[in-house]
Protein backbone atom coordinates (compact mmCIF):
# COMPACT_ATOMS: atom_id res chain seq x y z
CA UNK A 1 0.00 0.00 0.00
CA UNK A 2 1.57 3.54 -0.83
CA UNK A 3 2.25 5.74 2.32
CA UNK A 4 1.08 8.90 0.18
CA UNK A 5 -1.37 11.03 1.41
CA UNK A 6 -4.71 11.46 -0.35
CA UNK A 7 -4.93 13.53 -3.42
CA UNK A 8 -1.11 14.25 -3.45
CA UNK A 9 1.27 12.44 -5.73
CA UNK A 10 3.67 10.12 -4.68
CA UNK A 11 7.01 11.03 -4.12
CA UNK A 12 9.34 10.61 -7.31
CA UNK A 13 12.90 9.12 -6.81
CA UNK A 14 15.28 11.87 -7.01
CA UNK A 15 17.95 11.80 -10.34
CA UNK A 16 21.12 11.13 -9.34
CA UNK A 17 24.04 13.52 -10.13
CA UNK A 18 25.83 12.18 -13.42
CA UNK A 19 29.05 10.83 -12.57
CA UNK A 20 32.41 12.24 -14.03
CA UNK A 21 33.30 10.60 -17.50
CA UNK A 22 36.51 9.37 -19.14
CA UNK A 23 37.13 12.83 -21.77
CA UNK A 24 37.51 11.44 -25.36
CA UNK A 25 40.52 14.00 -26.26
CA UNK A 26 42.92 11.78 -28.13
CA UNK A 27 43.35 11.34 -31.80
CA UNK A 28 44.90 9.05 -34.58
CA UNK A 29 48.88 10.90 -33.80
CA UNK A 30 48.12 10.85 -30.33
CA UNK A 31 47.02 6.92 -30.12
CA UNK A 32 49.75 5.89 -32.24
CA UNK A 33 52.21 7.77 -30.24
CA UNK A 34 51.09 6.19 -27.20
CA UNK A 35 51.49 2.90 -28.81
CA UNK A 36 54.87 3.61 -29.88
CA UNK A 37 55.81 5.07 -26.06
CA UNK A 38 54.77 1.75 -25.08
CA UNK A 39 56.75 -0.32 -27.37
CA UNK A 40 59.74 1.75 -28.02
CA UNK A 41 60.93 1.57 -24.47
CA UNK A 42 60.76 -2.10 -23.97
CA UNK A 43 62.32 -4.40 -26.36
CA UNK A 44 65.30 -2.39 -27.72
CA UNK A 45 66.64 -1.72 -24.27
CA UNK A 46 65.66 -4.26 -21.97
CA UNK A 47 64.99 -7.71 -24.17
CA UNK A 48 67.10 -7.81 -27.18
CA UNK A 49 69.99 -9.34 -24.49
CA UNK A 50 67.96 -12.14 -23.03
CA UNK A 51 66.29 -13.00 -26.27
CA UNK A 52 69.97 -13.11 -28.14
CA UNK A 53 70.71 -14.82 -24.83
CA UNK A 54 68.18 -17.72 -25.81
CA UNK A 55 68.26 -17.88 -29.33
CA UNK A 56 71.53 -17.29 -30.12
CA UNK A 57 72.28 -16.30 -34.17
CA UNK A 58 68.83 -17.13 -34.55
CA UNK A 59 67.66 -13.79 -32.85
CA UNK A 60 66.37 -12.54 -36.19
CA UNK A 61 64.25 -15.29 -36.73
CA UNK A 62 62.98 -14.77 -32.99
CA UNK A 63 61.89 -11.03 -33.80
CA UNK A 64 60.09 -11.71 -37.18
CA UNK A 65 58.30 -14.99 -34.94
CA UNK A 66 57.06 -12.30 -32.27
CA UNK A 67 56.06 -9.34 -34.83
CA UNK A 68 54.04 -12.34 -36.50
CA UNK A 69 52.37 -12.94 -33.56
CA UNK A 70 51.93 -9.81 -32.52
CA UNK A 71 50.31 -8.85 -35.96
CA UNK A 72 47.34 -11.62 -35.18
CA UNK A 73 46.82 -10.36 -31.88
CA UNK A 74 46.87 -6.74 -33.04
CA UNK A 75 44.15 -7.15 -35.56
CA UNK A 76 41.96 -9.12 -33.11
CA UNK A 77 42.35 -6.79 -30.46
CA UNK A 78 41.23 -3.59 -33.14
CA UNK A 79 38.47 -5.28 -34.26
CA UNK A 80 37.05 -5.76 -30.88
CA UNK A 81 37.83 -2.77 -29.59
CA UNK A 82 36.11 -0.90 -32.60
CA UNK A 83 33.46 -3.06 -31.72
CA UNK A 84 33.69 -2.33 -27.46
CA UNK A 85 35.25 1.44 -27.26
CA UNK A 86 35.25 0.75 -23.70
CA UNK A 87 38.21 1.38 -21.36
CA UNK A 88 39.45 -2.20 -20.31
CA UNK A 89 40.53 -4.10 -23.17
CA UNK A 90 40.57 -7.64 -23.67
CA UNK A 91 38.62 -7.35 -20.41
CA UNK A 92 36.17 -5.93 -21.29
CA UNK A 93 36.32 -8.58 -24.78
CA UNK A 94 36.32 -11.59 -23.03
CA UNK A 95 33.73 -10.76 -21.02
CA UNK A 96 31.14 -9.67 -23.27
CA UNK A 97 32.14 -12.41 -26.01
CA UNK A 98 32.89 -15.55 -23.69
CA UNK A 99 31.51 -14.41 -20.19
CA UNK A 100 32.43 -13.30 -16.62
CA UNK A 101 35.43 -15.37 -15.71
CA UNK A 102 37.23 -15.24 -18.96
CA UNK A 103 36.81 -11.50 -18.58
CA UNK A 104 37.75 -11.88 -15.02
CA UNK A 105 40.89 -13.62 -16.16
CA UNK A 106 42.24 -11.52 -18.73
CA UNK A 107 41.99 -8.50 -16.71
CA UNK A 108 43.50 -10.16 -14.00
CA UNK A 109 46.30 -11.66 -16.64
CA UNK A 110 47.05 -7.82 -17.75
CA UNK A 111 46.98 -5.83 -14.20
CA UNK A 112 49.27 -8.80 -12.49
CA UNK A 113 51.67 -8.90 -15.97
CA UNK A 114 51.69 -5.24 -16.74
CA UNK A 115 52.58 -4.44 -13.40
CA UNK A 116 55.67 -6.52 -13.51
CA UNK A 117 56.39 -4.64 -17.26
CA UNK A 118 56.03 -1.41 -15.19
CA UNK A 119 58.47 -2.55 -12.80
CA UNK A 120 60.69 -3.93 -15.63
CA UNK A 121 60.76 -0.12 -17.34
CA UNK A 122 61.62 1.91 -14.41
CA UNK A 123 64.57 -1.01 -13.34
CA UNK A 124 65.56 0.18 -17.18
CA UNK A 125 65.42 3.85 -16.38
CA UNK A 126 67.52 2.66 -13.46
CA UNK A 127 70.26 0.66 -14.94
CA UNK A 128 70.63 2.91 -17.14
CA UNK A 129 70.79 6.52 -15.93
CA UNK A 130 72.17 5.27 -12.43
CA UNK A 131 73.04 1.59 -11.84
CA UNK A 132 74.65 1.97 -8.07
CA UNK A 133 70.61 3.07 -7.44
CA UNK A 134 68.87 1.56 -10.10
CA UNK A 135 65.85 0.25 -7.74
CA UNK A 136 66.05 4.69 -6.16
CA UNK A 137 66.01 5.58 -9.30
CA UNK A 138 63.19 3.12 -10.52
CA UNK A 139 60.70 4.08 -7.72
CA UNK A 140 61.24 8.06 -8.06
CA UNK A 141 60.39 7.32 -11.95
CA UNK A 142 57.04 6.01 -11.13
CA UNK A 143 55.97 8.48 -8.60
CA UNK A 144 56.89 11.40 -11.46
CA UNK A 145 55.24 9.54 -14.18
CA UNK A 146 52.12 8.77 -12.04
CA UNK A 147 51.91 12.60 -11.09
CA UNK A 148 52.11 13.28 -15.40
CA UNK A 149 48.94 10.62 -16.01
CA UNK A 150 47.35 12.03 -12.99
CA UNK A 151 47.27 15.40 -14.66
CA UNK A 152 45.02 14.46 -17.66
CA UNK A 153 45.77 11.70 -20.71
CA UNK A 154 45.99 14.63 -23.10
CA UNK A 155 49.39 15.51 -21.19
CA UNK A 156 50.26 12.17 -20.86
CA UNK A 157 50.23 11.75 -24.74
CA UNK A 158 52.37 15.30 -25.42
CA UNK A 159 54.93 14.18 -23.16
CA UNK A 160 55.55 10.64 -25.11
CA UNK A 161 55.19 12.51 -28.10
CA UNK A 162 58.68 14.02 -26.93
CA UNK A 163 59.76 11.17 -25.43
CA UNK A 164 59.61 9.40 -28.86
CA UNK A 165 61.63 11.95 -30.65
CA UNK A 166 63.94 12.01 -28.48
CA UNK A 167 64.23 8.04 -28.48
CA UNK A 168 64.12 8.00 -32.56
CA UNK A 169 67.06 10.68 -32.92
CA UNK A 170 69.03 7.98 -30.60
CA UNK A 171 68.50 4.82 -32.24
CA UNK A 172 68.96 6.68 -35.87
CA UNK A 173 72.48 7.33 -33.97
CA UNK A 174 72.83 3.94 -32.79
CA UNK A 175 72.33 2.21 -35.95
CA UNK A 176 74.40 4.67 -38.66
CA UNK A 177 77.43 4.36 -36.04
CA UNK A 178 77.23 0.36 -35.96
CA UNK A 179 76.69 -0.37 -39.95
CA UNK A 180 78.86 2.45 -41.23
CA UNK A 181 82.09 1.29 -38.90
CA UNK A 182 84.93 -1.17 -40.04
CA UNK A 183 83.68 -3.46 -37.08
CA UNK A 184 80.53 -4.16 -38.79
CA UNK A 185 80.65 -7.76 -39.88
CA UNK A 186 77.86 -9.18 -42.39
CA UNK A 187 78.33 -12.53 -41.37
CA UNK A 188 77.54 -11.95 -37.89
CA UNK A 189 74.06 -12.07 -38.97
CA UNK A 190 74.57 -15.66 -40.37
CA UNK A 191 72.00 -18.06 -38.40
CA UNK A 192 74.39 -21.13 -37.07
CA UNK A 193 73.98 -24.38 -35.80
CA UNK A 194 73.25 -22.74 -32.17
CA UNK A 195 70.05 -21.73 -33.21
CA UNK A 196 67.62 -23.96 -32.28
CA UNK A 197 63.53 -24.28 -32.38
CA UNK A 198 63.21 -24.26 -28.55
CA UNK A 199 66.03 -21.27 -28.27
CA UNK A 200 63.96 -19.19 -31.05
CA UNK A 201 60.83 -19.98 -29.54
CA UNK A 202 61.63 -18.42 -26.18
CA UNK A 203 63.43 -15.58 -27.90
CA UNK A 204 60.20 -14.40 -29.41
CA UNK A 205 58.62 -15.05 -26.09
CA UNK A 206 60.74 -12.57 -24.42
CA UNK A 207 60.64 -10.03 -27.43
CA UNK A 208 56.85 -10.53 -27.76
CA UNK A 209 57.06 -8.22 -24.20
CA UNK A 210 58.71 -5.47 -26.26
CA UNK A 211 55.77 -5.35 -28.77
CA UNK A 212 52.75 -5.94 -26.24
CA UNK A 213 52.45 -2.18 -25.95
CA UNK A 214 49.82 -1.59 -28.61
CA UNK A 215 47.46 -3.20 -26.40
CA UNK A 216 47.71 0.32 -24.66
CA UNK A 217 46.24 1.87 -27.75
CA UNK A 218 42.98 -0.48 -27.07
CA UNK A 219 42.61 0.30 -23.41
CA UNK A 220 42.30 4.03 -24.11
CA UNK A 221 39.26 3.27 -25.75
CA UNK A 222 37.13 5.48 -23.85
CA UNK A 223 39.29 8.05 -24.34
CA UNK A 224 39.67 7.98 -28.41
CA UNK A 225 37.78 10.24 -30.81
CA UNK A 226 36.01 8.07 -33.39
CA UNK A 227 37.31 5.29 -31.82
CA UNK A 228 35.58 2.41 -34.60
CA UNK A 229 37.87 4.58 -36.97
CA UNK A 230 40.71 5.35 -34.66
CA UNK A 231 41.87 2.12 -33.05
CA UNK A 232 41.80 0.12 -36.14
CA UNK A 233 44.06 2.57 -38.18
CA UNK A 234 46.30 3.57 -34.97
CA UNK A 235 47.68 -0.14 -33.76
CA UNK A 236 48.86 -1.46 -37.27
CA UNK A 237 50.74 1.99 -37.79
CA UNK A 238 52.38 1.68 -34.43
CA UNK A 239 53.26 -1.74 -34.95
CA UNK A 240 54.80 -1.60 -38.20
CA UNK A 241 56.66 1.65 -37.11
CA UNK A 242 58.01 -0.23 -34.02
CA UNK A 243 58.63 -3.52 -36.01
CA UNK A 244 60.97 -1.57 -38.89
CA UNK A 245 62.69 0.06 -35.93
CA UNK A 246 63.83 -2.92 -34.01
CA UNK A 247 64.92 -4.62 -37.17
CA UNK A 248 67.06 -2.06 -37.83
CA UNK A 249 68.92 -1.96 -34.87
CA UNK A 250 68.58 -5.60 -34.45
CA UNK A 251 70.85 -5.87 -37.18
CA UNK A 252 73.16 -2.92 -36.29
CA UNK A 253 73.87 -4.67 -32.98
CA UNK A 254 74.56 -7.72 -34.60
CA UNK A 255 76.48 -6.94 -37.03
CA UNK A 256 78.99 -5.01 -34.67
CA UNK A 257 78.34 -7.32 -30.93
CA UNK A 258 77.64 -10.49 -32.50
CA UNK A 259 74.99 -12.89 -30.97
CA UNK A 260 77.28 -14.02 -28.09
CA UNK A 261 78.58 -10.39 -27.48
CA UNK A 262 74.75 -8.91 -27.52
CA UNK A 263 73.69 -11.79 -24.94
CA UNK A 264 76.57 -10.91 -22.46
CA UNK A 265 75.71 -7.05 -22.52
CA UNK A 266 73.62 -5.29 -19.55
CA UNK A 267 73.79 -1.73 -21.64
CA UNK A 268 73.56 -3.70 -25.30
CA UNK A 269 73.36 -0.77 -27.66
CA UNK A 270 76.17 1.60 -25.48
CA UNK A 271 78.65 -1.42 -26.03
CA UNK A 272 77.59 -1.43 -29.51
CA UNK A 273 78.56 2.01 -30.47
CA UNK A 274 81.55 1.51 -28.45
CA UNK A 275 82.31 -1.59 -30.37
CA UNK A 276 81.83 0.55 -33.58
CA UNK A 277 84.65 2.51 -32.14
CA UNK A 278 81.92 5.93 -31.04
CA UNK A 279 82.74 5.62 -27.10
CA UNK A 280 81.72 8.75 -27.13
CA UNK A 281 77.69 8.40 -28.07
CA UNK A 282 77.77 5.88 -25.24
CA UNK A 283 76.36 8.37 -22.65
CA UNK A 284 74.00 9.99 -25.22
CA UNK A 285 72.49 6.24 -26.18
CA UNK A 286 72.40 5.81 -21.91
CA UNK A 287 70.21 9.01 -21.77
CA UNK A 288 68.56 7.61 -24.59
CA UNK A 289 67.50 4.62 -23.05
CA UNK A 290 66.45 5.82 -19.93
CA UNK A 291 64.04 8.40 -21.75
CA UNK A 292 62.92 5.72 -23.96
CA UNK A 293 62.07 3.67 -20.51
CA UNK A 294 60.37 6.15 -19.24
CA UNK A 295 57.76 6.90 -22.18
CA UNK A 296 57.28 3.05 -22.08
CA UNK A 297 56.57 2.98 -18.09
CA UNK A 298 54.17 6.33 -18.77
CA UNK A 299 52.07 4.46 -21.23
CA UNK A 300 52.10 1.13 -19.10
CA UNK A 301 50.59 2.88 -16.35
CA UNK A 302 47.85 4.39 -18.20
CA UNK A 303 46.88 1.08 -19.63
CA UNK A 304 46.99 -0.57 -16.05
CA UNK A 305 45.18 2.20 -14.81
CA UNK A 306 41.94 1.58 -17.31
CA UNK A 307 42.05 -2.38 -17.14
CA UNK A 308 41.75 -1.63 -13.61
CA UNK A 309 39.04 1.04 -13.08
CA UNK A 310 37.08 -1.44 -15.64
CA UNK A 311 37.22 -4.66 -13.45
CA UNK A 312 37.08 -1.81 -10.45
CA UNK A 313 33.46 -0.83 -12.23
CA UNK A 314 32.24 -4.54 -12.03
CA UNK A 315 33.47 -5.48 -8.69
CA UNK A 316 36.35 -7.43 -9.60
CA UNK A 317 38.77 -4.74 -8.00
CA UNK A 318 37.70 -2.68 -4.95
CA UNK A 319 34.72 -0.32 -6.28
CA UNK A 320 36.49 2.41 -5.33
CA UNK A 321 38.97 2.38 -7.90
CA UNK A 322 36.21 3.44 -10.34
CA UNK A 323 36.32 6.94 -8.98
CA UNK A 324 36.96 9.43 -12.32
CA UNK A 325 38.51 12.53 -10.95
CA UNK A 326 35.42 15.17 -12.47
CA UNK A 327 38.57 18.12 -13.67
CA UNK A 328 41.23 16.13 -14.79
CA UNK A 329 38.67 13.15 -16.34
CA UNK A 330 40.77 10.38 -15.53
CA UNK A 331 40.49 7.31 -13.01
CA UNK A 332 42.69 8.99 -10.33
CA UNK A 333 42.25 6.66 -7.03
CA UNK A 334 43.00 3.04 -9.54
CA UNK A 335 46.24 5.34 -11.25
CA UNK A 336 47.30 6.04 -7.51
CA UNK A 337 46.54 2.75 -6.57
CA UNK A 338 49.08 1.07 -9.61
CA UNK A 339 51.66 3.49 -9.13
CA UNK A 340 51.91 2.54 -5.60
CA UNK A 341 52.03 -1.22 -6.54
CA UNK A 342 54.88 -0.83 -8.78
CA UNK A 343 56.74 1.39 -6.64
CA UNK A 344 56.62 -1.50 -4.26
CA UNK A 345 57.55 -3.92 -7.28
CA UNK A 346 60.40 -1.42 -8.85
CA UNK A 347 62.36 -1.81 -5.39
CA UNK A 348 62.85 -5.11 -4.89
CA UNK A 349 62.35 -6.62 -8.34
CA UNK A 350 64.29 -8.48 -10.84
CA UNK A 351 64.73 -7.12 -14.91
CA UNK A 352 64.80 -10.55 -16.34
CA UNK A 353 62.99 -11.95 -14.25
CA UNK A 354 60.62 -9.15 -14.26
CA UNK A 355 60.35 -9.90 -18.40
CA UNK A 356 59.93 -13.27 -18.84
CA UNK A 357 56.84 -13.09 -16.11
CA UNK A 358 55.28 -10.34 -17.91
CA UNK A 359 55.89 -11.95 -21.20
CA UNK A 360 53.73 -15.49 -19.90
CA UNK A 361 51.33 -13.19 -18.28
CA UNK A 362 50.49 -11.03 -21.28
CA UNK A 363 50.51 -13.94 -23.60
CA UNK A 364 47.75 -15.41 -21.96
CA UNK A 365 45.76 -12.69 -21.81
CA UNK A 366 45.64 -12.22 -25.60
CA UNK A 367 44.95 -16.01 -26.01
CA UNK A 368 42.02 -14.74 -24.30
CA UNK A 369 41.35 -11.76 -27.07
CA UNK A 370 42.29 -14.36 -30.24
CA UNK A 371 38.73 -16.42 -28.71
CA UNK A 372 36.87 -13.37 -28.76
CA UNK A 373 38.12 -12.15 -31.86
CA UNK A 374 36.75 -15.61 -33.12
CA UNK A 375 33.02 -15.53 -31.97
CA UNK A 376 32.57 -11.87 -34.44
CA UNK A 377 30.48 -12.04 -36.38
CA UNK A 378 30.95 -10.61 -40.38
CA UNK A 379 28.67 -7.49 -39.37
CA UNK A 380 30.42 -6.74 -36.19
CA UNK A 381 33.94 -6.80 -38.35
CA UNK A 382 35.63 -10.20 -37.76
CA UNK A 383 38.93 -10.72 -38.67
CA UNK A 384 40.05 -13.20 -41.50
CA UNK A 385 39.57 -16.63 -39.35
CA UNK A 386 43.17 -17.55 -39.49
CA UNK A 387 44.10 -14.64 -37.89
CA UNK A 388 42.88 -15.58 -34.08
CA UNK A 389 43.44 -19.06 -35.09
CA UNK A 390 47.36 -18.31 -35.31
CA UNK A 391 47.57 -15.84 -32.61
CA UNK A 392 46.07 -18.49 -29.85
CA UNK A 393 48.44 -20.80 -31.49
CA UNK A 394 51.48 -18.46 -31.33
CA UNK A 395 50.49 -17.26 -27.90
CA UNK A 396 50.35 -20.90 -27.03
CA UNK A 397 53.54 -21.95 -28.25
CA UNK A 398 55.77 -18.87 -27.00
CA UNK A 399 53.90 -18.81 -23.50
CA UNK A 400 54.96 -22.41 -22.72
CA UNK A 401 59.18 -22.05 -24.51
CA UNK A 402 59.02 -19.20 -21.59
CA UNK A 403 62.11 -20.12 -18.81
CA UNK A 404 60.14 -22.69 -16.35
CA UNK A 405 60.49 -19.89 -13.68
CA UNK A 406 58.45 -17.70 -15.88
CA UNK A 407 55.65 -20.18 -16.88
CA UNK A 408 55.00 -21.65 -13.19
CA UNK A 409 54.88 -18.21 -11.52
CA UNK A 410 52.33 -17.12 -14.66
CA UNK A 411 50.61 -20.54 -14.29
CA UNK A 412 50.33 -19.43 -10.44
CA UNK A 413 49.13 -15.93 -10.99
CA UNK A 414 46.36 -17.41 -13.06
CA UNK A 415 45.58 -19.95 -10.89
CA UNK A 416 45.35 -17.35 -8.06
CA UNK A 417 42.86 -15.44 -10.42
CA UNK A 418 40.68 -18.15 -10.94
CA UNK A 419 40.38 -18.74 -7.13
CA UNK A 420 39.50 -15.25 -6.52
CA UNK A 421 36.59 -15.44 -9.17
CA UNK A 422 35.48 -18.05 -7.51
CA UNK A 423 35.52 -16.96 -4.00
CA UNK A 424 33.83 -13.89 -5.14
CA UNK A 425 30.88 -15.31 -7.01
CA UNK A 426 30.59 -17.06 -3.72
CA UNK A 427 30.52 -14.03 -1.20
CA UNK A 428 27.75 -12.80 -3.37
CA UNK A 429 25.58 -15.85 -3.93
CA UNK A 430 25.44 -16.27 0.18
CA UNK A 431 24.73 -12.26 0.27
CA UNK A 432 21.58 -12.40 -1.90
CA UNK A 433 20.39 -16.13 -0.04
Avoid at 365 to 372: D, E, F, L, Q
Amino acid sequence: MSSSSPGTEPAQPQPQPQQPQLGRRLGLLDAVVIGLGAMLGAGVFAALAPAAGAAGSGLLLGLALAAAVAYCNATSSARLAARYPASGGTYVYGRERLGAFWGHQAGWAFVVGKTASCAAMALTVGLYAWPDQAHAVAVAAVVALTAVNYAGVQKSAWLTRTIIAVVLAVLAAVVTAALTSGEADAARLDIGADATLTGVLQAAGLLFFAFAGYARIATLGEEVRDPARTIPRAVPIALGITLAVYAAVAVAVLSVLGSDGLAGATAPLADAVRAAGVPELAPVVRVGAAVAALGSLLALILGVSRTTLAMARDRHLPSALAAVHPRFQVPHRAELAVGAVVAVAAATADLRAAIGFSSFCVLAYYAIANVSAWTLTREEGRPPRVVPVLGLIGCAALAFALPLGSVLAGAAVLLAGAATYVARRALVGRRQE
